[in-house]
């Protein structure tokens, strides 16, 4: 029996904020769309992909990761090959990095390559924080409804949960509310439906069948790593500190709002957003005060990392959209 060779590659979700903006650091791919950064994995080098992870990032763009997670092993056929292609077969290990990101770095980043976008320049739909995306209602929710009613009476129904619930599930409609971890579940629907510009590179329709923009497409199957990615930040978020993986080492109450309303796509409630912090007890003033807003002088806390040690799940529960 012929044995079929295997390649590892390892790809990175890699995070940072620049500004008030969540970023990932995107490259070119070997089409014209942009792609995440990748590299193989070598069994004989590498002790653990964790590491394999971490060393190639920061030769080939001089960031030193902090956090980081596996997130999925895509190894579906095709999602590499080309037709007629022979070659080894393609895994694709997903993983969500998070970094800081300072001025000095940008330039060695720049000649390998990469460059930091918005990560709601490939996922629009999930920014909230100036209110309800107009493109849900004006598009893309016309469009995934006759999608779903038209699938909803084929052989595929009986497959399990209808469509049509599973997009009143995801998007929030007809009753439920918009669950901000639903990423993945909106993106995967959309390519479904023929809503994003990979439905018709993969073969699937001939033409894109939502009526406005739907978001800048990325390599194979790059978009949905990120989705994966985000679902698995906003969530982590409400368990685990690792917002401060993406603060600098001092910081105003006003700028970790930020930053957390940037990550979750939507505005949070200021003072009970305080009283929150507060509760959990996850930042203590370091007695010192920033200027850089222009106004009255703020004051300037750090992570309080004995918290590590005092609860099993010190995160932000933030409440829903305010």
């Given amino acids: 029996m012929t044995k079929q060779a295997i390649e590892i590659g390892l790809h990175a979700v890699i995070v940072a904020m620049i500004g008030n903006e969540p970023c990932i650091l995107r490259v070119p791919g070997s089409s014209s769309a942009d792609a995440l950064p990748s590299g193989p994995f070598d069994p004989l080098q590498h002790r653990t992909m964790e590491i394999g992870l971490r060393q190639w990032v920061e030769e080939q763009t001089a960031l030193r990761l902090g ?37 000095e770095q940008m330039p060695a980043l720049r000649r390998a390559g990469g460059e930091f976008g918005s990560w709601y320049d490939f ?33 595929y129904a009986s497959r399990g ?19 901000e971890e639903h ?14 510009a990979e439905s018709v590179r993969d073969g699937r329709y001939d033409a894109i069948r939502a009526a406005g923009p739907t978001g800048t497409a990325m390599e194979h199957d790059h978009r949905r790593i990120l989705a994966t990615a985000m679902s698995r ?15 600098p080492e001092e910081f105003t109450l006003t700028e970790l709002q930020q930053t957390v309303e940037s990550i979750f796509g939507r505005p949070v409630h200021k003072q009970n957003f305080r009283r929150l912090v507060e509760k959990a007890q996850l930042v203590e003033p370091t007695g010192a005060s920033s200027n850089a807003t222009g106004g009255r002088p703020a004051a300037l806390f750090r992570f309080r990392r004995e918290v590590l040690e005092e609860r099993p799940a010190p995160g932000l529960r933030v409440g829903r959209r305010a």
Avoid at 67 to 92: A, C, K
Avoid at 161 to 179: C, E, K, M, N, Y
């Fill in 123 to 155: 996922l629009p739909w999930e920014d909230w924080r100036a209110g309800r995306p107009a493109m849900l209602d004006e598009f893309v929710l016309p469009a995934i409804r006759q999608w779903a009613a038209r699938v909803d009476r084929s052989a």
């Fill in 233 to 247: 930040l906003r969530a982590k978020l409400k368990y685990r500190p690792v917002i401060f993986e993406l603060l």
């Fill in 183 to 196: 990423v993945l579940d909106r993106y995967e629907l959309m390519y479904s439906a023929g809503l994003v």
């Fill in 161 to 179: 949960l209808q469509p049509s619930a599973r997009v009143r599930i995801a998007f929030g409609t007809d009753g439920s509310h918009w669950d």
């Fill in 67 to 103: 956090y980081v997670e596996q997130l999925y092993t895509f190894g579906d056929r095709g999602r590499q090959r080309t037709p007629g292609d022979s070659g080894p077969h393609f895994v694709s290990v997903g993983y969500l990095a998070l970094t800081r990101v300072q001025p």
